[in-house]
């Protein structure tokens, strides 16, 4: 059974760099598209960005090219990085995979909650 | 961009009720369109892919259709662990992939 766990700090400092990472267990991370998605409190979801396995990525342009996601094959992991939060960045944030014919998210973590704050 | 308008943004139910979503396109994303369900403190759960196939052990009481640009997912007969919020998410444009605001199904 594929599982996804998100990891990394619940409070950054504005202007400072979030950084989470996703741990891939039961299942190689040398295949699939590797998602990142958040919802901030009362607002929906949305994508953050993708890494191929291979190490091709694609984000979303709202974020200014805030956000790098990487690919760590050998610890099965990818990671988010997201430069100059603000307290708009406050939110849960979810690593997800595709499913293996479509575009879209079958497998989730549980998510976890960043809070930007000074 | 794509964007995904869903309505309405709450639906009031009973139990035992029929609920129909609604999810457009601002241009046609074909049938690659997908339906979550989101419940609080949970992780968002696939429901279908390709516009109408049904994700794993998903029950039968949901049905999805549609194509291009207007598409419906549909509970026949609510049960109490259906309340919850429901996205869409197109992927035809899979360099930037977007998700409906949602619509939130609760009880009547």
């Known amino acids: 059974q594929v599982q996804l766990q998100e990891s990394g700090p619940g409070l950054v400092k504005p202007s400072e760099t979030l950084s989470l990472t996703c741990t891939v267990s039961g299942a190689s991370i040398s295949s699939h598209y590797w998602s990142w998605m958040r919802q901030s409190s009362g607002k929906g979801l949305e994508w953050i960005g993708y890494?191929?396995?291979?190490?091709?990525?694609s984000y979303n342009p709202s974020l200014k090219s805030r956000a790098t996601i990487s690919v760590d094959r050998p610890k099965n992991q990818f990671s988010l990085k997201l430069t100059s939060v603000s307290v708009a960045d406050t939110a849960i944030y979810y690593c997800?995979?595709?499913?293996?014919?479509?575009?879209?998210?079958?497998?989730w973590g549980q998510g976890t909650l960043v809070i930007v704050s000074s | 961009e794509i964007v995904m308008t869903q309505s309405p943004a709450i639906l009031s139910v009973s139990p035992g009720e029929r609920a129909t979503l609604s999810c457009r396109a601002s241009q046609s994303v074909s049938s690659n369109l997908a339906w979550y369900q989101h419940k609080p403190g949970q992780a968002p759960r696939l429901l279908f892919y390709g516009s109408s196939t049904r994700a794993t052990g998903v029950p039968a009481r949901f049905s999805a259709s549609g194509s291009g640009t207007e598409f419906t997912l549909t509970i026949s007969s609510l049960e109490s662990e259906d309340f919850a919020v429901y996205y869409c998410q197109q992927y035809n444009d899979w360099l930037r992939l977007t998700f409906g605001q949602g619509t939130k199904v609760d009880i009547k």
């Open positions: 890494v191929f396995y291979s190490g091709g990525t």
């Open positions: 997800a995979r595709d499913t293996d014919t479509a575009m879209a998210l079958e497998i």
